[in-house]
């Protein structure tokens, strides 16, 4: 189908959101939360029929998952948006000049932005929330395999939208079509901003074929380094919750990283992961260590695709390293740049690990599964920035604004 109408329309709608105030966009937030909550029944029905089509032991399948639970932290996400202050109209700068004009440079809207996300429904619920709280109208194109689920969440929020008398296109959900796909990544005199989420395959694919701007949420290769000063009871319960807290999310630990000093601990930092049936893909040291100590059916050597890949399910490559500049080595080579992190208790290493590391979030002595802009305090994120221009790491509202002039005059002439 031909997109061009949608895309106007969603262009008007968002020069109309330009005059909503901020206590409007704080109550339409509210009761989107509200009617989410009230609506809980019919989201899992619908949520059901893509899960349905979808094998269980699909990677995809968790983060195509919806549960009451799962509602209610969106829900709670949502409400924590309305809580926060505006980014719009924020003085960054402001100079009077010396012929007396007044200069200021203030936050604005993108004005419409693009999301083109796989088998993740509740980055609908976050597009919309952030999308509206900075003031831009937003285009959905969501996978074939969540359409059900998507189509529902919009149903919901359009209603909230219709009883209000606002114009429901600033959210539009797209057909699944590949044609769709395609014009929107060219619809350069209507959308200002593309945002894609997902997997290498998608962003690649977005990056090569779109025309108009894109922020890359790139993929998580996450790894931790377990250092010869690393306390191995920290070690254990970090590394286990990185893996194993939520497999499916970008976050997830694909890649333990041990100095070879601490190889005599190597069994008891991963001994919970046994528990949720990790399977190990040890190098030559790692297995040696390992042997007889992890269960044999869980325990794999290392291959070269062992590294530098995105498990997203229950497996963790393990890789010993003789220094810590080998560490850092490591992580360069195969590091997607989204989340590293370090055990030690040495403040020097912690810090050079800090500094040395390219990467948009970086911890110390904690999981990262922290990545998430709710965790953060960001009430929500668009997605996770794993490139350096504009936006880095967790994205909210803040990322979701240009800037624009303002100059203030008095009959000023330029001679």
Known sequence: MDCTTIFKEVIKASRLLNTIGG??????LKQVADETLSMTDLIIKENKKDLDLMAPDDPRYDRLLLTSERIVAIVTDIRNVSELPSPLDRVISKNKMPNGLIISKISVPFGVIGIIYEARPNVTFDVFSLCLKSGNACILKGGSDAMNSNEAIVGVIRSVLEKNGIDQNIITLLPSGRDETIQLLNAVDYVDLI???G????????????????????AGICHTYFDEYGDREKGRLIINNAKTRRVSVCNALDCLILHEKRLADIDYLISLCSDSDVIIYADEK????????YPDE?????????????????????KTVETFEKALDHIAEFSSKHSEAIISENNDRIKSFFKLVDAASVYGNTSTAFTDGAQFG??????ISTQKMHARGPMALEALTSSKWIIEGDGQIRL
Do not use: C, H, Q, W
């Open 378 to 383: 960001l009430g929500a994120e668009i997605g």
């Open 298 to 318: 869980l325990l794999e050597r290392a291959t070269s695709d062992s590294f530098g890949t995105e498990f997203l399910s229950y497996k963790m490559a393990i």
């Open 199 to 218: 997997s290498k395959k998608l962003i690649d694919y977005v990056r090569e074929n779109a025309t108009i701007p894109v922020i890359e949420t790139g």
């Open 195 to 197: 945002i894609p989420r």
């Open 23 to 28: 206590d409007i966009i704080n109550m339409l």
């Open 286 to 293: 790692a297995y040696g260590a390992l042997k007889g100590k």
